[in-house]
């Protein structure tokens, strides 16, 4: 089993920048990729979460929702077990909480089981 905590969410002013980070632990975390997704306020089913970014494991391999595309970047150091998104131009549409997960990377991102906490990414002005 993974572990993975999230962090870096807040309030931001549409078009600014956040960064959120997800830490992983447990049992061989570098195997797996990883993903975020996220979810409006309001919707508690988890099959309710969007993806929005995901990486794969070791070649590099990432993903975008079209609706990102262009705006946020995913990276991974596997050193560390951490994945980051850096969010920019952001929109008031973004506002979510974001969760980290483990999945499967690729044109179709799958949720693996392994769930963050979330983080709380509110964009208003």
């Known amino acids: 089993q993974v572990q993975l905590v999230e962090s870096g969410g807040g309030l931001v002013q549409p078009g600014g920048s956040l960064r959120l980070s997800c830490s992983a632990s447990g049992s061989s975390p570098g195997y797996y990729a990883l993903g975020w997704f996220r979810q409006a306020s309001g919707e508690e089913r988890e099959e309710e979460r969007q993806?929005?970014?995901?990486?794969?494991?070791?070649?590099?391999?990432?993903y975008y929702a079209d609706s990102v595309k262009g705006r946020f970047t995913i990276s991974r150091d596997n050193a560390k077990n951490t994945v980051t998104l850096q969010m920019n131009n952001l929109k008031v549409e973004d506002t979510a909480i974001y969760y980290c997960?483990?999945?499967?990377?690729?044109?179709?991102?799958?949720?693996?089981?392994?769930w963050g906490r979330g983080t709380q990414v509110t964009v208003s002005s």
């Open positions: 997960a483990t999945v499967m990377c690729g044109s179709i991102v799958t949720p693996l089981g392994s």
């Open positions: 993806e929005v970014s995901c990486i794969s494991s070791s070649d590099g391999w990432t």
